[in-house]
Nanobody, 122 residues
Framework: VQLQASGGGLVQAGGSLRLSCAAS????????MSWFRQAPGKERELVAG????????YYGDSVKGRFTISRDNAKNTVYLQMNSLKPEDTAVYYC????????????????WGQGTQVTVSS
């Protein structure tokens, strides 16, 4: 499975961005998918995750109520809608996939995208 993240960029505080993670190589319809992010000098942290069916989701505390994760299994793509962005959301965002059960732990994910930079100016 190859994951290609896109949609990052520079945005002012309060603005919005939509990230996409397109999978190729095989269908990820049976994979749980998550977004993580890593800012300079900080550890990688969970942003949001979604189960293979899309019925279950979870969010990191810092993004709850502002970010929404979704997936389109027909397009083999996962999305992250980010609203009300803050400077502290600045980071490289990575999508990741794992077989079956959704998990907030980054070390159990099998496949990773290359990351897309999100920069939020104040």
């Amino acid at each position: 499975v190859q994951l290609q993240a896109s949609g990052g960029g520079l945005v002012q505080a309060g603005g919005s961005l939509r990230l996409s993670c397109a999978a190729s190589g095989r269908s990820v319809s049976s994979y749980a998918m998550s977004w993580f992010r890593q800012a300079p000098g900080k550890e990688r942290e969970l942003v949001a995750g979604i189960s293979s069916s899309g019925r279950s989701t979870y969010y990191g505390d810092s993004v709850k109520g502002r970010f929404t994760i979704s997936r389109d299994n027909a397009k083999n793509t996962v999305y992250l809608q980010m609203n009300s962005l803050k400077p502290e959301d600045t980071a490289v965002y990575y999508c990741a996939a794992k077989v079956t059960v959704l998990s907030p732990k980054s070390n159990v994910y099998d496949y990773w995208g290359q990351g897309t930079q999100v920069t939020v100016s104040s």
